[in-house]
């Protein structure tokens, strides 16, 4: 999902991206419909679940962790000591 939709349609391939403006609840039943008997997938970040969360609109949550811990500027303590000023 996106709140930026591209002026040019991707090209073509595995994926088809269709762009729907009507908000999170329109895109996850047009993605239903689109689905059919199979799974819609919910992609995207903290606002896009946020979002279906609130308008429950989601059966299962799955979560990938990274393991990479960051300091608070966003420097990646785990590959090595954080530089001075971090």
């Given at each position: 999902?996106?709140?930026?939709?591209q002026q040019q349609a991707p090209p073509?391939?595995?994926?088809?991206?269709?762009?729907?403006?009507d908000?999170?609840?329109a895109a996850v039943e047009r993605a239903q419909q689109t689905?059919?008997?199979r799974?819609?997938?919910?992609?995207?970040?903290?606002d896009?679940?946020?979002?279906?969360?609130?308008?429950?609109?989601?059966d299962e949550v799955q979560l990938?962790?990274?393991?990479?811990?960051?300091s608070a500027t966003g420097y990646p303590c785990s590959t090595g000591p954080v530089?001075?000023?971090?």
């Open positions: 999902m996106t709140h930026r939709p073509t391939g595995t994926a088809e991206f269709i762009f729907v403006p908000g999170v609840r689905a059919g008997d799974y819609a997938t919910i992609g995207g970040g903290a896009i679940a946020q979002q279906c969360l609130a308008e429950r609109l989601v990938h962790v990274v393991p990479v811990f960051c530089p001075d000023g971090a």
